[in-house]
């Protein structure tokens, strides 16, 4: 089964719109890490939000869990040309070491 | 800010040939771990190391595929005798504990086989 699913695989929005991603998993997990990453670089680690939590904010960043739909969201107001990257969830499960299982990836372009 | 470094960005070998990638975790990071993303596709777990010894390893992490914490700071994967499919970007990644704690990522080395 696959873990850790995002949607739309694919966004396009204009400069200053709000982006949401969302992100399902079909096991339990301990926490569960969104990051970016640019083209063909490194993996930027944006917030990790463990599952006994709902919501967090960070900067222009806000995420969601809802473990009773197996689902997270990724929110960025205000999005800049710079937010233009491909960004994946990743979850762990409990007794997995922090073994990182990732999604596909949501393609964002941010239009100026 | 601290980070994860890899070297070399970009490694071509030959089919055949052994490979060295190197990383240099996070000063105060215990766990390490590698992954690798074949171009397109998801980012796939390979190894996780711990205490100077694997804790976890995936199928793809066959007997070709060896790491070692030779130092205090560095952390290598070795591939034996690479192959065409093991062109990939190959990342390394620190802790600082396990479970509920942020990976880091450093940005990885981009190896081609040919």
């Known amino acids: 089964s696959q873990q850790g699913e995002e949607d739309p695989q694919a966004l396009s929005i204009q400069e200053g719109e709000n982006a949401t991603m969302n992100c399902s998993y079909k096991?339990?997990?301990?926490?569960l890490q969104w990051y970016r990453q640019n083209s063909g670089r490194g993996l930027v680690h944006l917030i990790l939000?463990?599952?006994?939590?709902r919501e967090k904010h960070s900067g222009r960043l806000r995420v969601t869990l809802d473990t009773s739909k197996k689902s997270s969201s990724l929110l960025i107001t205000a999005s800049r040309a710079a937010d233009t990257a491909s960004y994946f969830c990743?979850?762990?499960?409990?007794?997995?070491?922090?073994?990182?299982?990732f999604g596909k990836g949501i393609t964002l372009s941010v239009r100026p | 800010e601290p980070e994860v470094t890899q070297t070399p960005s970009h490694q071509v070998t030959q089919m055949g040939q052994e490979v060295i990638l190197r990383c240099v975790p996070i000063s105060n990071h215990l766990y390490f771990y590698w992954y690798r993303q074949i171009l397109g596709q998801k980012v796939e777990f390979l190894v996780s190391f711990y205490n100077n010894e694997i804790s976890e390893k995936s199928e793809i992490f066959d007997d070709q595929f060896s790491v070692e914490r030779p130092d205090g700071s560095n952390f290598t994967l070795k591939i034996r005798s690479t192959k065409l499919e093991d062109s990939a970007m190959y990342f390394c990644?620190?802790?600082?504990?396990?479970?509920?704690?942020?990976?880091?990522f450093g940005q990885g080395t981009r190896l081609t086989v040919v």
């Open positions: 939000i463990r599952s006994n939590e």
């Open positions: 990644a620190s802790s600082e504990a396990t479970g509920g704690t942020e990976a880091f």
């Open positions: 096991t339990s997990i301990n926490n």
């Open positions: 990743a979850t762990d499960r409990a007794g997995a070491n922090s073994k990182l299982t």
